[in-house]
Structure formats: C-alpha cells, structure tokens
C-alpha cells in the first residue's frame, strides 16, 4: 500500500481537506452515506488508511484549533482532525448529542478505512473521544488529553449553576446553565484567567469567529442541548474509569493551568488513573495551543513517533 506518512486529511465532516504535503492543501466535501440530510458536499471516493491515524477531535470550536500542529503531525501520521457535526463548516445534526457525535466520527473514520488510531481529548472532544475509545479499546494506540474533563474533580466552583441544572432541569436552571454562550462568554474561553501577557498573545479573531459560527441558525440551540448531554457524558465517569483501570491506554496529558473551566485538580484525578502517563502542565489556558502549540506539537510527534513512555 501507499506509504501516506507526511500526510493529513482534515474533515469538518462534510468537507474534506486533504493535505498530501505539509505545503499543499486541496478541499473537497465528504456526505456519509447514512446521513445524506445532514451533508450536502459531493461524495468523497474511499481512502485506503489502514496505517495508524492520529484523530484530533476538536472541543467546543472547529478543527481550526489543530492549524499549528497539523503539518508538524503529518510528518510521521496519517491525520484526521473533523468539524463535529454542527460545529465550524459542518452542518447542524437532527438531534444533537454526545453519542450522535461520536457514531458520526466513527462512521467517518470507518469510510476511510482508518484503523488503529491515536486520539485527542479537549473540552466537549472528549466524550466523542472516549467514546470511539471505550468501543473499540483495541484500536487504541494512545491518548493524547489536554484539557479534558473525566472526573468530577475538574468541576470548580464556576460550575455550580451548571450542576444545579443537571440535578433540576428547568428553563430557570437552563437560563442559568447556558449564561455564557455570548460573545463575552466565548472570548473567556480563550482568554479568561490568563496572565496578561500570554493572554496578548490571543488572535482576538478567534473568539469573534466562533461567535459568528455560533450565531449561525440552529447553533446556540445545538450548544444548549450539548451542555444538558453533557450531565449523561458525567454519569458514565464510572464507565470511564472502569475502561482506564482494565485497558491502561498510553497517555501524555498537556494542559494548561490557567484554565478557567476545568480545575487542575483534575490532572492529579488523571494521574491516579494512569499512572504511568507522561505530564506537562503548561502557562497557558483552556486553548493552550492558541499560545504553546509549538511545544505541543513537538511533545505530540515524540508521543506519536513512540518515544515517550
């Protein structure tokens, strides 16, 4: 088979950027089969992937958080960085939740034949992630977590309104639940508790761009629904834990201590689970590779390449 090391393929699930050389970028629409009413791109013929990939499933924006790392990557990867459904350039899912999300990355890595695989946790990335993870463990090379949540130990105090609406699922709980999908609210992603000087070092587009995705018909509705599934994603911690305890997948966590969202304690509540797990705790918040994507993305080829334990 063709040897595809040095290249990537973006996805933002209906439309595909293939990247055959860190220089060269071609973009083309995918449409899944099974999901005709959701994509409207031309068909995108099968890629024969039968290498390892490494997934990087973006968060709450677009795979336009992997720009910086990409090229570094697809020196010795295949890799796959999708828009989740509703999300960046893809289209909005009929009924959105964690575990649609997940089957519509798995059905797409399926079409391109992608078999063993590293993967990329981050923020709402994760429960995709683990999902694809926890169904199919033996396909799992590594895991690659930054910023992500699995343990009720990473909820601090900023998240009591939203627990609150988890235990009593009312529209006041709601209102309080889903308070920062604003503009303000989207720039705190980015640049909330940060140190001034690293937080000057943000593209203020970025959070002007994912509010005008955000503001997108069906979009602030797609994110309310994904908060109030993320109550059933933390319900199944336990499931979580009892994958991590019995397939002690490789691991390296990068994360930012300075995010305003995920309490660092959760980095130890990781650690506990994996001991083994290489550790880098960066100056940097929830989106550490908008300012530290260099570093990351030399740790990530190391990890990939198998040099790390």
């Known amino acids: 088979m063709q040897n595809r090391c040095g290249s990537a393929l973006l996805t933002r699930y209906n439309r595909v950027q293939l990247i055959p050389r860190a220089a060269d970028l ?3 629409r995918l449409e899944v089969p099974s999901r005709p009413e959701w994509h409207k791109g031309a068909r995108w013929p099968h890629v024969g992937v039968e290498e390892k990939g490494t997934i990087l499933v973006p968060g709450v924006r677009s795979s336009r958080t992997f720009r910086d790392v990409i090229a570094p990557l697809s020196g010795c990867a295949y890799v796959v960085a999708p828009d989740l459904p509703g999300f960046g350039a ?11 999300l997940a089957s519509a990355i798995e059905e797409l ?3 391109l034949n992608v078999g063993r695989r590293f993967l990329y946790l981050h923020d709402f990335g994760t429960p995709v992630a683990l999902h694809l993870a926890m169904r199919a463990p033996e396909l799992v090379e590594g895991l690659v977590i930054q910023n992500a949540n699995a343990h009720r130990s990473g909820f601090g105090p900023q998240w009591a309104d939203t627990l609150d609406f ?4 009312n529209a006041a709980n709601e209102q309080a639940a889903t308070a920062h999908l604003t503009l303000e609210g989207t720039r705190d992603q980015y640049v909330a508790g940060l140190p001034a000087e690293i937080a000057a070092r943000v593209d203020p587009g970025n959070w002007i761009e994912d509010w005008r995705v955000m503001c997108l018909p069906g979009r602030l509705d797609l994110q309310k629904a994904l908060i109030a599934d993320y109550g059933r994603y933390v319900d199944r911690f336990g499931e979580v834990a009892d994958y991590l305890a019995k397939h002690q997948p490789r691991a390296m966590l990068l994360w930012g201590r300075h995010d305003a969202f995920f309490d660092i304690a959760e980095v130890q509540s990781w650690l506990v689970d994996l001991p083994r797990m290489e550790a880098h705790v960066f100056d940097a918040g929830h989106f ?3 300012t530290h994507a260099p570093k990351a993305a030399g740790l990530m080829l190391e990890f990939v390449a198998g040099g790390s334990a």
Request: net charge negative; no cysteine; charged share 30%.
């Open 109 to 111: 890595l399926s079409r």
């Open 26 to 28: 071609a973009e083309r």
């Open 288 to 290: 550490l590779l908008e």
């Open 90 to 100: 893809s289209d909005l899912p009929p009924e959105p939740s964690f575990d649609m």
């Open 166 to 169: 988890w235990a009593a699922p």
